[in-house]
């Protein structure tokens, strides 16, 4: 059935290097993405999101890359924080429809 | 704003005990959601509501899983009887009218013994 899933379930990084998260999906009809960060004990938080319209989105220290031809949704932490280690998903959605599917989940452990 | 409200954010109970947990959506927001989370199968949508009507239940695992909705500030997820293999964290969100991104709740962490 359509899913959504992260190609790597963990992800190690130098505090001050840039984090690259990624996540595929299978939903050729999906018009609407997020990423939210999990962190220990708490909900997941909204990260930022990008309609598919667009291919490129920035926030604070975050930016969100669309590659519909493939399929594709990457999630970039520049100058990665120890505040950053937390559990990343992608998640999508189809207009009109409220339901998201969530990703399996990235962790990022932020070496000091 | 105080955000989606969940209580307990702990329950312990046995097996073949009512559980009810709830949840107190963000004012304004129309849409509430159930999730569960688990090690094995993630976050997986349970039940959402609109406007405090049941629009989609196909996650409920099995009858002994219930949700309520009784009006626009509170709602009710109830197992019963429990069973351990119900052990999880079970999250509320809510949206408002035309939203996407939802603001999760702190969760309430379920163990089933």
């Known amino acids: 059935g359509e899913s959504v899933g992260l190609h790597l379930p963990t992800l190690s990084v130098q505090e001050g290097d840039n984090s690259i998260i990624n996540c595929a999906y299978s939903?050729?009809?999906?018009?609407?993405f997020i990423w939210y960060k999990q962190e220990s004990g708490k909900g997941p938080q909204f990260i930022i999101d990008?309609?598919?319209?667009?291919d490129k989105r920035q926030g604070q220290r975050v930016t969100v890359l669309l590659n519909k031809t493939v399929k594709h949704l990457s999630l970039q932490i520049a100058a990665t924080q120890p505040g950053d280690s937390a559990v990343y998903f992608c998640?999508?959605?189809?207009?009109?429809?409220?339901?998201?599917?969530f990703g399996a989940g990235t962790t990022v452990t932020v070496r000091a | 704003d105080a955000g989606v409200i969940q209580s307990p954010r702990h329950e312990v109970t046995e097996m073949g005990q009512e559980v009810t947990l709830r949840c107190k959506p963000i004012?304004?927001?129309?849409?509430l959601f159930w999730y569960r989370q688990t090690m094995m199968r993630g976050l997986e949508l349970l039940i959402y509501?609109?406007?405090?009507?049941?629009?989609?239940d196909s996650g409920m695992p099995e009858d002994r899983f219930s949700a309520k909705m009784p009006n626009a500030s509170f709602s009710t997820l109830k197992i019963q009887p429990s069973e351990p293999r119900d052990s999880a964290v079970y999250f509320c969100?809510?949206?408002?009218?035309?939203?996407?991104?939802?603001?999760f709740g702190s969760g309430t962490r379920l163990t089933v013994v």
């Open positions: 004012s304004g927001h129309n849409s």
């Open positions: 509501f609109n406007n405090n009507v049941p629009i989609d």
């Open positions: 939903n050729s009809a999906s018009d609407y």
């Open positions: 969100a809510s949206i408002p009218q035309g939203g996407h991104g939802y603001t």
């Open positions: 990008i309609r598919s319209n667009m």
């Open positions: 998640a999508e959605n189809s207009f009109g429809d409220y339901k998201l599917s």
